[in-house]
C-alpha cells in the first residue's frame, strides 16, 4: 500500500471538514442566556443593588460575557458564563433576601426592647428585671 500526496492532502481536507462541521453543531445556549438573565432580573427585584452589590455585579459581568461569547458563536464559552451568571444572580438574590430579614428581626428585637423597657417604666420594675421596684418619689 502506497501513501500519496493526494492521499495525505484529502486525508486533511476531511479533517478539516469534520472539525467544521463538529464546532457548527454545537447550538447557542439561547435558554440558558435566558434562564441567567431571569436570575439577574430576580436579584435586581430583590433589591440585591443595595444588599449583595458585589454578587450582583459579577452576575452581571458574567452574564455579558455570556452573550458577548454567544456572539461571537462561542456556543461552549456562552453555556458555561450563563451557567455562571445564574449561580452568581441566585446568590445575590439570596444573599439581598437575607440581609432584609436580618434587618426586620433586628427592627422587631429593637421595638420589643423599646416596649419592654417602657412597660417597665410604668410598672415601676427596674430595667434589669430583677423585680425590685424603683422608689417612687415623695411629695413635700
Known amino acids: 500500500m502506497m501513501i500519496t500526496v493526494n492521499g495525505i492532502r484529502n486525508a486533511l481536507w476531511c ?9 457548527a453543531s454545537a447550538p447557542m445556549p439561547t435558554d440558558k442566556l435566558a434562564v441567567a438573565k431571569s436570575a439577574v432580573d430576580r436579584a435586581e427585584q430583590a433589591q440585591a443593588a443595595q444588599f449583595a452589590q458585589v454578587e450582583l455585579t459579577k ?46 428581626v433586628d427592627q422587631m428585637e429593637a421595638g420589643l426592647r423599646d416596649l419592654r423597657n417602657e412597660t417597665q417604666r410604668n410598672s415601676g420594675v427596674s430595667p434589669a428585671g430583677a423585680g425590685a421596684v424603683t422608689p417612687q418619689p415623695q411629695p413635700q
Open 59 to 104: 452576575a452581571r459581568n458574567k452574564l455579558a460575557a455570556a452573550q458577548s461569547a454567544a456572539d461571537k458563536k462561542d456556543a461552549d464559552v456562552a453555556a458555561r458564563m450563563a451557567d455562571q451568571a445564574e449561580v452568581d444572580a441566585q446568590l445575590a438574590e439570596y444573599t439581598a433576601r437575607a440581609k432584609q430579614q436580618e434587618q426586620q
Open 15 to 23: 479533517a478539516i471538514a469534520f472539525g467544521i462541521v463538529a464546532c
